[in-house]
């Protein structure tokens, strides 16, 4: 799987949109960018995850670049709740469950009132 | 989304006994599961992948013989830590991907070896 680089910590006013930068420059073709979040002493939950265009869920917003090596998960009014470490990992997309993740340090996002 | 639970949340055991923790994906099947440790203040690091019907595979530097895991049925797996000792107090976690291929991760387990 491809790197990704994330700064490792970043802090919000709550209401704000909260925008997590991402590189991934040796990031494949068939690689998409997926975004997880763990909250304190919770397993990590699934945000979004995109290929090449700009993704929109319930949750966040993902915008990746046209080169596709930097991509941008955006928070649009962040709360407290949303207080946690953000990983974005680079793999291959599929049915295949043999694609484990693999976590870097994440971004520390700390949304503060 | 699809649902994974673990058992215990939390576990405290003497130094020397065996701790044995179980994921399930609870309404969904899955031929594969992976278990996870996170120290504190560290990333997740992947410890093995756990395989319906067959052995499972681990990572460098995880002892098998340590680690025991058993992929019992479609929907259960079980990590035993076998003679616990203070280093191995950790917080792990099990992940199961649906057939969409996407991870869905269990609540973790806090293992405290006194």
């Known amino acids: 799987d491809a790197k990704t680089t994330q700064p490792p910590s970043m802090d919000c006013a709550e209401g704000r949109a909260a925008n997590l930068p991402c590189n991934h420059s040796t990031i494949s073709g068939n690689e998409y960018v997926y975004w997880y979040r763990q909250i304190h002493s919770q397993g990590p939950q699934y945000i979004i995850h995109g290929l090449k265009n700009n993704e929109t869920n319930e949750m966040a917003s993902l915008i990746i670049t046209e080169d596709r090596k930097s991509s941008t998960l955006i928070l649009p009014h962040a709360t407290l709740r949303d207080t946690a470490v953000y990983y974005c990992i680079v793999r291959v997309a599929g049915g295949n469950a043999g694609n484990m993740l693999t976590f870097g340090g994440g971004t520390r996002l700390m949304v503060k009132p | 989304g699809a649902v994974v639970s673990q058992h215990p949340s939390r576990v405290i055991c003497k130094s020397g006994t065996s701790v044995k923790i179980e994921c399930r994906s609870l309404?969904?099947?899955?031929?594969?599961m992976f278990w996870y440790r996170q120290f504190p203040k560290q990333s997740l690091m992947l410890m093995a992948t756990s395989n319906e019907g067959s052995k499972a595979t681990y990572e460098q530097g995880v002892e098998k013989d340590k680690f025991l895991i058993n992929h019992a049925s479609l929907t259960l797996s079980t990590l035993t830590v076998t003679s616990a000792h203070p280093e191995d107090s950790s917080f792990y976690i099990c992940?199961?991907?649906?057939?969409?291929?996407?991870?869905?991760f269990g609540p973790g387990t806090r293992l405290t070896v006194l």
């Open positions: 309404d969904f099947q899955a031929t594969t």
């Open positions: 992940s199961a991907p649906p057939l969409s291929g996407e991870q869905f």
